[in-house]
């Protein structure tokens, strides 16, 4: 029901809104909550989290470090540079940052991609370990936690605009929510804080 990239699941999202567990009426509303909600999240925080295997092309600067998308990073298959492979002994991996670093030399300066890097990245969401069982979720719980509170807040606000709690047409007063326009509460923002990606 919920795609991979979901940061948090029906039965979660059910729990935080005191609705019980065996009441299945409105489970597909709260699917697309959620999966509106992680994108909100993805958004906010300018990044992916769901496990995957990629393969990046990126420019080398002159400098001994390179940064990949995917973080953290679980595995390295192979590492290319200009079309020729770099045997893996020949290069330390900061997994928390994305770090790729030449233990010798740097990654030669290019205006186009120049390394190609196939990895595994991310973290096993909560949907992903329900979806497989040999699979363990290590999504940091303050990003779940994120996510239920935006989708929370989607599902009590139904029927108001998206971004304002309060609307008193009579007035013409618009109240609008703590994360403005980009529909993040602030309690979220903050938990998601440490997360964003600013490069």
Same mark, same amino acid.
């Given at each position: 029901m919920l795609s991979p990239d979901a940061l948090t699941t029906v039965p979660a999202l059910k729990a935080e809104l005191s609705i019980p567990a065996e009441d299945s009426s409105k489970d597909e509303l709260l699917a697309r909550a959620i999966e509106a909600a992680s994108d909100a999240v993805r958004r906010y925080c300018r990044r992916d989290f769901a496990r995957r295997t990629v393969t990046e092309q990126l420019v080398g600067h002159g400098t001994a470090s390179l940064i990949v998308s995917l973080t953290p990073i679980v595995t390295v298959d192979s590492i290319e540079l200009c079309g020729e492979p770099v045997p893996l002994e020949d290069?330390?991996?900061? *997994?928390?940052?994305?770090?790729?670093?030449?233990?010798?030399?740097?990654?030669?300066?290019? @205006?186009?991609?120049?390394? @190609? @890097?196939?990895? /595994?990245?991310?973290? @096993?969401?909560? *949907? +992903?370990?329900?979806?497989?069982?040999?699979?363990?979720?290590?999504?940091?719980?303050?990003?779940?936690?994120?996510?239920?509170?935006?989708?929370?807040?989607? /599902? +009590?606000? /139904?029927?108001q605009p998206v971004d304002a709690q309060i609307l008193q047409v009579e007035q013409i007063r618009v109240h609008w929510s703590e994360g403005g326009r980009q529909g993040i509460p602030q309690q979220a923002a903050m938990l998601l804080e440490p997360y964003v990606r600013w490069a």
């Open positions: 290069v330390a991996i900061d *997994a928390t940052a994305g770090l790729i670093t030449r233990r010798y030399g740097v990654w030669p300066e290019a @205006v186009a991609p120049n390394v @190609v @890097v196939t990895y /595994m990245g991310g973290y @096993v969401t909560p *949907a +992903q370990a329900d979806a497989d069982p040999g699979l363990t979720r290590d999504l940091p719980h303050d990003i779940e936690a994120a996510c239920l509170i935006i989708a929370a807040s989607r /599902m +009590q606000s /139904m029927g």
